[in-house]
């Protein structure tokens, strides 16, 4: 059975940074592309990070392009990722995924998902 727990998630004021974690378990971590996703309250959910399983290449979503960093530790089966200079409008549950597919920017390309984690970001 696949789990991916993630945590870290808080209450931070804006400017302020955290780093969220997701511990992968019931797969072979190091064949799964990984991201992170958000949804907000009333809002779709968006696309955060990805990154690859092989070259760890990053990829970001436009709103967190130079703030944010996703890295993967495949000895510790563990996803991350920084935030940094955290506005409110990255106020949103965060989910880390493993996919299924290499287009990383479609919900439909995730096999599995965590439960999420709250961030608040206060102004």
């Known amino acids: 059975q696949v789990q991916l727990v993630e945590s870290g998630g808080g209450l931070v004021q804006a400017g302020g940074s955290l780093r969220l974690a997701c511990v992968a378990s019931?797969?072979?971590?190091?064949?799964?592309?990984m991201g992170w996703w958000r949804q907000a309250a009333g809002k779709e959910r968006e696309f955060v990070a990805a990154?690859?399983?092989?070259?760890?290449?990053?990829y970001y979503g436009d709103s967190v392009k130079g703030r944010f960093t996703i890295s993967r530790d495949n000895a510790k089966n563990t996803l991350y990722l920084h935030m940094n200079n955290l506005i409110p409008e990255d106020t949103a549950v965060y989910f880390c995924?493993?996919?299924?597919?290499?287009?990383?920017?479609?919900?439909?390309?995730?096999?599995?998902w965590g439960q999420g984690t709250q961030v608040t970001v206060s102004s």
């Open positions: 995924a493993a996919y299924s597919g290499s287009y990383y920017y479609s919900l439909e390309m995730v096999g599995h």
């Open positions: 019931g797969l072979s971590f190091n064949t799964y592309a």
């Open positions: 990154i690859s399983r092989m070259n760890h290449t990053p």
